[in-house]
């Protein structure tokens, strides 16, 4: 069953980009092939077990990396799997058949098991072996909840659209590949049937419309077998696989893949298998709004503290994690981390080197946003697919729930980081009238233009200031330079809704 799933800154920022660049040498060694490997072995092989979700997408891309390292004719994929996520099927089946266009053959060994999701990859296979104790079939949509597996809602017609899109997909990668598609559809709908009839001394599978066209026709012809009555899901075993041209050949072991294939054991790679960096992959996709929520709250945090420091440093390497992470799935391609990156250089060129100019700050934020919603959806998208049209939808209101409540709890932030422990020399409590406000006192309390005063903590540029005569009060203050020292002298320029605008001052002398 296939579910279908509901300068001073940057040595400070060099510290993360770092263990970013850690994780990502990390992340590559399970790409490495034994030394002892052949120098240039002509098959790569993938052992593919388990479900089909974002570690395997991300195996099977460093499997395609690898056989394009290695100038390797055929990437060899070993199947046992119960399947998995509709998504991530189409994220994998586009990567293969983007790989195939490179000039990499598509082979397949179903060792145990190609349930749902890997009958579709075996589909997408121009060569299909199966061990003798192999099956392959059972691909009807169902949905996945916190209750488990559960059948689709006949409300709407859900289930019939998203059993008709699927058997479509099915039968149309059958087509390509020369095989039935009535087999293929019959691995998707209950409601289909598959009869073997010879036909002028051909022995064909005919679905039910292909069927009822041929008792129509006056041909004649001979009924052999019924290979699906209505009410069923079509599973293989590997006789009937190969008996019914789904597969080309029963083999026993690797070596008997090999040999169908034209090569030896000495001209394929080591199996590439899940690794550390794959499970990485899927703890990265399960925590994805939660580090974009963490991220959303730690540079709201940093811009509450004066200068650029922890906070958001931590806020940039929550970004680059998520779209590290699909990368390595294979989603995300060179441009989306340059997109996200330059957006970050950005904000950062906001906080510290132009304050106030917001350009560089909207910029940055559009690159980032849409640098990983870009990355969400995996190289090749197009709106004119209706299912990828709706995943952007889906993906982009998962963001925006994220964002929304990043803000309701700034919101409580904004109250409650004033008086935290270590804090409360640096961040001002909020104004009761204001949700965000507090950076200014009262406003009958504004220091007029022109006012002098202290630095109390460096301006960075951002910090506070004790204006002469106010010594009581403290005020939240931006410099129009990148750095003023504390104990400095500043005169007041410019009094905004959220902070002051100050420059630097000589002290005065006698």
């Known amino acids: 069953m296939i579910p279908i799933p509901q300068s001073a800154a940057s040595r400070r920022l060099a510290p993360a980009f770092l263990a970013l660049g850690a994780f990502l040498a990390a ?65 994998l089946q586009k990567q293969l058949l983007a790989a195939e266009e490179s000039g990499i053959e598509l082979a397949c060994w179903i060792h145990d098991h190609a349930a749902s999701a890997g009958a579709l990859i075996a589909l997408t296979a121009k060569s299909v072996y199966m061990s003798p104790a192999g099956t392959v079939g059972s691909a009807y949509p169902v949905l996945a909840g916190p209750q488990g597996l559960i059948s689709l809602p006949e409300d709407g017609g859900v289930r019939e ?110 199996a590439l298998e899940r690794s550390a960096s794959d499970r990485a992959v899927v703890w990265i996709e399960r925590l994805t709004p939660l580090l974009i929520l963490a991220a959303l709250l730690l540079g709201y945090v940093e811009l509450r503290l004066p200068g650029f420091g922890l906070p958001g440093i931590l806020s940039a390497v929550c970004f680059l994690t998520v779209v590290a992470g699909k990368y390595l799935a294979g989603l995300a391609d060179v441009p989306h981390l340059v997109a996200v990156a330059l957006g970050l250089a950005l904000l950062v060129v906001e906080l510290l080197v132009a304050p106030g100019t917001l350009w560089f700050g ?94 109390l903590t460096d301006l960075r540029p951002v910090g506070k200031v004790a204006i002469d005569g106010r010594a009581e009060l403290e005020y939240e203050a931006r410099s129009l330079g990148p750095f003023v020292a504390a104990g ?18 000589r002290e005065e002398r006698a």
């Open 488 to 505: 400095s002298r500043v005169r007041v320029i410019e009094v905004g809704e959220g902070r002051l605008v100050v420059e630097p001052v």
């Open 27 to 91: 992340a590559g060694c399970g790409a490495q092939t034994d030394p002892a490997a052949p120098a240039a072995p002509r098959v790569t092989h993938v052992r593919l077990s388990g479900p089909v979700d974002v570690g395997a997408l991300s195996l099977v891309s460093r499997g395609i990396r690898a056989a394009g390292q290695q100038g390797a004719r055929i990437l060899l994929l070993e199947l046992d799997t119960p399947g998995g996520s509709l998504e991530v099927l189409w994220d």
């Open 161 to 270: 659209k998203e059993i008709s899109f699927l058997r479509a997909q099915f039968a149309s990668m059958a087509e390509r590949r020369g095989r039935p598609a009535a087999l293929a559809k019959a691995m998707v709908d209950p409601a289909a049937e598959v009869r073997q009839v010879r036909l002028e001394n051909e022995l064909v599978l005919l679905d039910l419309e292909a069927w009822d066209d041929l008792r129509e026709s006056g041909r004649p012809y001979e009924l052999v077998a019924t290979i699906k009555g209505p009410g069923k899901i079509l599973n293989l075993t590997a006789r009937q696989a190969v008996e019914l041209r789904f597969a080309d050949g029963i083999a026993d072991d690797l070596a008997g893949v090999l040999q169908r294939l034209g090569h030896g054991l000495d001209e394929v790679s080591p």
């Open 362 to 455: 909207i910029a940055g934020g559009l690159l980032v946003a849409g640098g990983l919603l870009a990355a969400s959806l995996g190289p090749g998208f197009s709106l004119d697919d209706p299912f990828l049209g709706s995943r952007m939808l889906d993906t982009g209101i998962e963001y925006a729930l994220v964002g929304a409540l990043a803000i309701a709890l700034a919101l409580l932030l904004s109250r409650w980081l004033p008086k935290a422990p270590g804090l409360r020399g640096v961040v001002l409590a909020p104004d009761p009238a204001g949700a965000f406000a507090g950076a200014l006192p009262e406003a009958g309390e504004l220091p007029p233009l022109g006012a002098r005063g202290r630095v």
